[in-house]
RNA sequence: GGAGAUGUCGCAUAGUGGCCUAGUGCGCCCGCCUGCUAAGCGGGUUGAGGUUUAAACCUCUCGCGAGUUCAAAUCUCGCCAUCUCCGCCA
């Protein structure tokens, strides 16, 4: 959610931010109707409401045929009350149905376009040569099961499609690389957290995942009217709601939690293993800081990322998503994209957006300010989100990056400690 | 799951239909006073929205939402949260 000023200060730019996602700019008259229609139904409620007040204070002290004649007016008007009111209220909502609805302006140094009119940042390490080595490297899924990492058929059976079991190594892997993102956001300032992963309607909407389509994406719990997170930035996000932070920014969380996606629309996609799962765990990173920060700190929230990736020896590039694929909360989006050996191609296994003040005005997060005449006041927090370690990708990565002909596979340095350096086939 | 109690300003409390424009204490902020500190004295101290060049004014906000009433912190109903007890359970 925008600020709601914008609208009557500088609607071009709305109309423009529009344009450069791709979305229709004429949302944005539409926006500046309903809020001028909103704020002439408040000036005639709050008339005939603070008239009401100022005759309802007479009647204790009338007496006899005045008091009769002042409770028969004000009588005629508590009922114009409930009617300015009401129209007060309808008016409201419908303005705030549509501000909802529009998507965060796009950064002006994002990539224009769509999905695949991303900027490459830069490539990081290079990729194995396999033919130079001699030999073609396995999928994840073959490495896997000579590892005994996981189990797809069995999740299936279990859960169905696009389920799985992290086993033997598998298992040990993710509580290794757990530990070891866990101990290096605590080094970078983050607070550990374990947050649920079923959350209320205000919390999935506030973040902006129930709008434009990405509903889809959500698993509900109808009897109980709860969703699944797709991302602790979600719990994240709303832990602090409805509060003003009085402490110093940022305030920077690490929270370890499962990830749950239908995966609508992407049948056929990625079938092969556990790429694309409709469950998985991952440790996120959040921030809640100033907006003029915001820019510095997802900076930060980048280099983590990368410094992560490189700790993991992955070879790996960065890219400047494109304003028509930033989703409705994003101003701007880097993903990191790990080399992926069987597919010749390099795979998103992190992001890291700047939400800037759009989810925290949605969910009522202020920041306590203090102005320059030392009087203080509240500013909407800014949010940002990043990945450091999405379990089943990075699996995947360190098992094709690391593979040896034999189908065993060679860890990077930082998970010797606790796995030894080679994983070796069961079989 | 069942029974009961509670929910007022940062905290603690007062407030059982109009005198609430929510009082008091603590904390906090600004002054005064005082060798220093403490004490004392005076003032301030929720947040949001609207009108407006401005100054100022107005409206909303007593867990949330409906209702009764000319008028609701106060009465009624629903919901939520917390606490206590019982049951169940990892």
Redesign the pocket.
Known sequence: MID??LLRDDPESLREAQRRRGEAPELIDELVAA?AA???S??T???V??E??????L??KAQGEEKQA??AR??E??AK??EAEAAQ?VAAEAFMTLLRALPNPASPEAPQGGEDDFVVLEEVGSPRDFAAEGFEPRDHLELGKMLGAFDVERGAKVSGARFYFLTGVGAQLEIALLQLAMSKAATWGFTPMITPALVKPSAMDGTGYLGQGSGDDVYHLPKDDLYLVGTSEVPLAAYHSDE?LEGSVPKRYAAFSPCYRREAGSYGKDTRGIFRVHWFDKVEMFVYTSLEESYAEHERLLGWEREWLESLELPYRVIDVASGDLGLSAIRKFDCEAWIPSQGKYREVSSTSNCTEFQARRLNT?L?TTAED?S???APAATLNGTLCAMTRTIIALLENGQQPDGSVRLPAVLHPFLGEVLEPIA
Do not use: H, M, W
């Not at 009401?52 to 204070?57: F, V």
């Open positions: 709601a000023r809020d909103r704020r002439s408040i000036v409620f709050e008339a409401r603070s009401q007040k100022n005759l309802g204070a009647i204790p002042l409770l004000t009588k008007l508590s009350v409930k209220s003003i202020r306590r030392g203080t006041g509240t």
